[in-house]
């Protein structure tokens, strides 16, 4: 649905930078080869004018409320997951921190005893949680997901390079960036959330989607 609202307010536009070119400040319609005199086509050409235009400004909300709709799907997954009550959620995604680091605060706390409120509190003051997750010893390991071996791991291969060349007993010292601390958080939630492979997650991790936008492709 978002696709087609995308492509039809691309058209829309593309129809009414044409029309604009071919009609002048004073209501005179242009054409290439010469100027029409017709009062039909010109009014034929404003009433689709004004139809196109009306058809642009209604497709913006429906492409809103679809996002919403995703953004709640979203949060109502992160709260079956941490087997917290949808409003306090809701309340997380009130505070300044994009909407797919919700379920990385909630982890973070649940693995280290530190509140979310304090979490999001040094996101906004500029931590990152690479630094995050290695002040509060929520390790490599606690953050691992299993795959097969030669599973693709896309946007993540640097990560399990780490894993698969390093003895279990030291996952310690590989260290995850922000970017990547998030993604395998949300790799975790998504694949059990949706009772999917994790590594069918990882592949399509990265791909210009955000999780929260990935998990609803992957519902369906």
């Not at 429906?62 to 709709?69: F, K, L, N």
């Not at 409003?87 to 982890?107: A, C, G, N, Y």
């Not at 530190?114 to 979490?119: G, H, M, N, R, T």
């Not at 390093?166 to 959330?193: C, F, K, M, Y």
Request: net charge neutral.
């Amino acid at each position: 649905m978002r696709a087609k609202v995308t492509s039809s307010c691309g058209s829309l536009a593309r129809f009414m930078l044409k029309f604009h070119c071919l009609v002048s400040p004073t209501g005179v319609l242009h054409t290439s080869s010469r100027k029409s005199s017709s009062g039909v086509e010109l009014s034929f050409m404003r009433h689709s004018f004004i139809i196109f235009t009306f058809l642009l400004a209604s497709a913006a909300p429906i492409t809103g409320q679809e996002s919403s709709a995703v953004q709640a799907d979203y949060l109502s997954a992160v709260a079956r997951f941490f087997s917290l009550p949808s409003s306090e959620v809701s309340i997380l995604s009130e505070w300044e921190i994009s909407t797919d680091e919700i379920p990385v605060v909630l982890f973070v706390a649940r693995r280290s005893g530190v509140s979310p409120e304090a979490l999001v509190a040094l996101r906004q003051a500029g931590r990152n949680w690479s630094e995050l997750v290695a002040r509060y010893g929520v390790g490599s390991s606690a953050l691992h997901v299993p795959v097969p071996e030669d599973a693709d791991v896309g946007a993540l291969e640097r990560v399990y390079d780490g894993y698969r060349s390093t003895p279990v007993a030291r996952w310690g010292n590989v260290r995850l960036s922000h970017d990547e601390v998030v993604d395998i958080v949300n790799v975790r939630l998504i694949s059990q959330s949706l009772g999917l492979p994790a590594a069918r997650v990882i592949g399509e991790t990265g791909a210009g989607l955000s999780h929260v936008d990935l998990y609803a492709r992957l519902r369906g």
